[in-house]
């Protein structure tokens, strides 16, 4: 399962940016669909998840601003990202959890980097 991202970049403080993640491969089913994110010089954290039919969870710093959303039939998971600000900054990683030819495992896309400036 090969994951790619796009739609990263510089962003001025009160910006939007809208990132997409498209899953492609022998995929059976998916069934989590999240965006992590990973500020300069800290740890990676969950932004944003999806489960198949499930509703979305946010992480407390992004709720009322960015909006996580999925395609199921282009396999492809969305995150709209308004008002960012400049603590928004890091490196954004998809991650989704699908089953391909009878295994269930976790895939990470290559990451795509957000710069907000202030």
């Known amino acids: 399962v090969q994951l790619v991202e796009s739609g990263g970049g510089l962003v001025q403080a009160g910006g939007s940016l809208r990132l997409s993640c498209a899953a492609s491969?022998?995929?059976?089913?998916?069934?989590?669909m999240a965006w992590f994110r990973q500020p300069p010089g800290k740890q990676r954290e969950l932004v944003a998840g999806?489960?198949?039919?499930?509703?979305?969870n946010y992480a407390d710093s992004v709720k009322g601003r960015f909006t996580i959303s999925r395609d199921n039939a282009k396999n492809t998971v969305y995150l709209q990202m308004n008002n960012l600000k400049p603590q928004d900054t890091a490196v954004y990683y998809c991650?989704?959890?699908?089953?391909?030819?009878?295994?269930?495992?976790?895939?990470w896309g290559q990451g795509t980097q957000v710069p907000v400036s202030s």
């Open positions: 491969g022998s995929i059976s089913k998916i069934y989590t």
């Open positions: 991650n989704v959890v699908a089953r391909t030819t009878g295994t269930l495992n976790n895939y």
């Open positions: 999806l489960t198949a039919d499930g509703p979305a």
